[in-house]
């Protein structure tokens, strides 16, 4: 009982001091994160940093954690229920050539009310094509104008388990995001999917 009440303490004074919520970790509930995250006692003292008996005595109450040991393995166990890029993006995404012409493209992002699309070289995207873009380069023959021509930069590009988190900073800056499965693209995250993710 002793144990979870320094526990305590020190998950309420951590909070007053950042402001921020904090979860009551006992024993028992580091136990239960532990078991829904489908981790061994060993796998956890592993990705936390220390030994498996010490995972099991603070499990069993044996033992009173300092808050940095608990911050980490609440930081394990949690980074799992965290979203990712693979359940946020939009799948299926639809690529120019560099030598398609700007009616074409247009054409397509119109009909799949988007404002931009990843350029692609073979395998390798070269660039983006954007409605800015386009709006930029307007004149009087813009419709037959090659794609290469006047994109911009390529987006950038994650990994399906990149979390959400770790993709803000970038849509501060890009448009967009192109998410990968090994060497395969498999979704865009745009604004956009950002701002659904809100609530």
């Known amino acids: 009982m002793h144990n979870n ?22 024993g028992t509930s580091l136990k239960k994160l532990r078991t829904e995250a489908g981790l061994t006692q ?6 936390v940093g220390i030994s498996q008996a010490h995972i099991a005595k603070i499990e069993q109450g044996k ?35 560099p ?3 700007v009616l074409k493209v247009s054409e397509v992002m119109v009909r799949h009310a988007i404002s931009q699309m990843p350029v692609l070289n073979g395998s390798r995207v070269v660039g983006t094509i954007t409605e800015e873009g386009i709006i930029r380069n307007l004149s ?16 950038p590009t994650v990994s399906e388990e990149t979390s959400a988190d770790a993709i803000r900073p970038l849509l501060e800056r890009h448009q967009g995001v192109l998410v990968t499965r090994g060497k395969e693209f498999v979704g865009i995250i745009t604004r956009s999917d950002l701002l659904k993710t809100i609530g």
């Open 140 to 155: 009087a023959n813009i419709a037959e104008e090659k794609v290469q021509n006047i994109m911009d930069p390529p987006l």
């Open 42 to 47: 060993k796998r956890l003292a592993e990705l």
């Open 63 to 97: 033992v009173d954690p300092r808050l940095s040991t608990i911050n980490k393995i609440l930081a394990v166990l949690t980074e799992g229920k965290k979203m990712k890029c693979k359940d946020m993006m939009t799948k299926g995404v639809l690529f120019a050539k």
């Open 99 to 101: 030598s398609n012409t």
């Open 5 to 26: 009440k320094y526990i305590f303490y020190c998950m309420n004074l951590y909070r007053k001091i950042t402001g921020g919520y904090i979860l009551l970790a006992t």
